[in-house]
């Protein structure tokens, strides 16, 4: 029976061009959805036969970095490891000892291609290193730090000091080469202790908010501590004392300028930019420690410890940036894994993230790498049309959005000529627009060719994607054409159905052009 292996043939074809049509899909490896969160991958890290911990995670030039510390005989030491942040594979490892004992890195920044770090010990570090780890440059600093981030091509380390017998919250303004600018020193509430943990600038204000917490313990104080300072003059500008009990351990802030805080006791506070309370909450788990957190799109992302099932695990919550709470997931196994303060990194919507646990018998690193799945991030709408004329493409494009977005045009266009000269050109815009509700632009591309050249529509990253749409929809609808005049004909026209087939396939396919 012919007809069967030709039907055979067209069923096969059209599963082979669906096959590709998925992989051509530019969102093939995103399927949003419910929001969730999934592991890429763990890496495990026990560079000594003592405690080993890292901090904090950042991202310099397509390399993971992590900081923190290891042990060698008598104290304990600087480390660095910069890891593949596709596979989490070591790339190469950096370890300094200052020589005081017991040092480690808590907090790290990228400003200007470099990897900046602070280390704590007596007296205090701030580091300056290449991403290829081959050289640096190291200076003290007074106090304490705990904390560092950058603003304006200064870097702002953050962290405590002792004045007049009392523990305050202390900020060093330096500029790259880690010159000292300016210094503040808080001069809020006395008679306690004041411990910095994290140090963060508000984008919107530019003002820095530096969080975490005073203590006395013969008054039985032990509470959140927030002070904002502004960078130009290193001056106060607002404390805020809201008398909730433990450490606050991280700051960080959404596009508006909103500030979320979270610590001890499984609370999360949200703050306007002027530093008034919007909301304050709990996740209602007690035994829960929230070090670390950001933003993925819409989605506000922390993780931190708890006990669960006996022991302490690694766990992540997800809400939106109203706090409201949307899930969670639990990232370690059946043995005790703890966090340290020190940033988490957000790359788009994957999540860098380091903690330690005692897997191997003592205390080594964990490093995770997760994907934020069903980030109700905002994007805009793009319609392209491109027309060609003697050799000058003019691109038409209207961006509808709803706030402010980058957005990142990659279109091709392709001018066939009546001769089989095919030239194909590549364009990449980013356009960003602030504040406006629509925005329309024409963009000329002059490309040199002789001939006369055929109008053309150009329909941007997803040509691919609708010429294989159509040609999979032809050869279906030819399929099934076929099925039913076998089935009413009987086997006496199977041979002229075949030739008609054939006919219509390789007629469609050969004259079949996305830009007619």
């Not at 908010?209 to 006395?216: A, D, E, K, L, T």
């Not at 319609?383 to 209207?398: A, P």
């Not at 026209?493 to 830009?515: D, E, N, V």
Request: hydrophobic share 40%; aromatic share 10%; charged share 15%.
């Amino acid at each position: 029976m012919p007809l069967k292996g030709e039907i055979i043939t067209c069923i096969v074809v059209v599963i082979i061009i669906a096959s590709i049509m998925a992989l051509t899909n530019p969102y093939h490896a995103q399927a949003w959805g419910t929001p969730g969160v999934e592991v890429l991958w763990v890496q495990y890290s026990n560079p000594s036969s003592g405690s080993d911990s890292p901090y904090a995670t950042c991202l310099a030039n397509d390399s993971l970095i992590v900081v923190g510390y290891d042990s060698i005989p008598g104290g304990k030491q600087f480390r660095i490891e910069v890891r593949d942040p596709w596979t989490g594979r070591l790339r190469n490892t950096w370890t300094y000892n200052p020589g005081y004992g017991y040092e480690g890195l808590w907090d790290c920044n990228v400003m200007g291609g470099y990897i900046y770090s602070v280390g704590y010990g007596y007296p205090s570090y701030v580091l300056r290193v290449d991403p290829g780890l081959t050289s640096y440059v190291i200076k003290n600093v007074g106090g304490w730090a705990t904390s560092i981030t950058s603003y304006n091509g200064y870097l702002y380390v953050g962290g405590f000091d002792w004045i007049a017998g009392n523990q305050v919250f202390r900020v060093e303004k330096l500029n790259a080469d880690l010159n000292t600018v300016a210094t503040y020193i808080s001069q809020g509430s006395r008679d306690v202790f004041a411990t910095l943990y994290s140090l963060e600038v508000n984008p919107v204000t530019g003002q820095l908010w530096s969080v975490g917490y005073i203590s006395n313990p013969a008054k039985g104080i032990l509470e959140w501590w927030i002070e904002i300072v502004d960078p130009e003059s290193m001056t106060l500008v607002k404390t805020i004392r809201l008398g909730i009990p433990g450490r606050a351990y991280a700051v960080f802030f959404d596009s508006d300028g909103y500030a979320y805080i979270i610590g001890d006791g499984d609370y999360i506070v949200r703050f306007n930019r002027n530093g008034d309370l919007v909301k304050k909450i709990n996740l209602g788990v007690l035994s829960l420690s929230l070090y670390k957190g950001g933003l993925v799109g819409d989605l506000v992302v922390v993780a931190g410890e708890e006990n669960n099932g006996g022991y302490w695990r690694h766990v992540i919550y997800l809400l939106d940036r109203d706090l409201n709470p949307i899930g969670n997931k639990i990232l370690s196994g059946s043995v005790d894994s703890y966090m340290y303060t020190g940033k988490l990194w957000i790359n788009g919507s994957r999540v860098y993230l380091a903690g330690y646990d005692n897997q191997l018998g003592n205390t080594g690193w964990v490093i995770y790498s997760l994907e934020v799945v069903g980030a109700p991030i905002t994007t805009a709408t793009t319609t392209i049309t491109t027309t060609v004329t003697n050799g000058t493409v003019s691109q038409l494009v209207t961006i509808t959005k709803t706030e402010t977005t980058t957005v990142m045009q990659v279109s091709t266009v392709t001018l066939i000529k009546d001769s089989p000269i095919i030239l194909t050109t590549t364009k990449t815009e980013t356009i960003t627009i602030e504040k406006t509700l629509s925005t329309t632009l024409t963009v000329t591309q002059r490309i040199t060719m002789a001939g006369n050249i055929t109008n053309i529509t150009s329909v941007g990253n997803y040509a691919v994607m609708i010429i294989v749409v159509a040609i999979a929809s032809i050869i279906a609808g030819l399929t099934i054409f076929v099925l039913k005049r076998s089935h009413r004909d009987g086997m006496t026209r199977a041979t002229g159905m075949q030739r008609s087939l054939c006919h219509g396939i390789c007629f469609s396919m050969q004259g079949y052009s996305p830009y007619r």
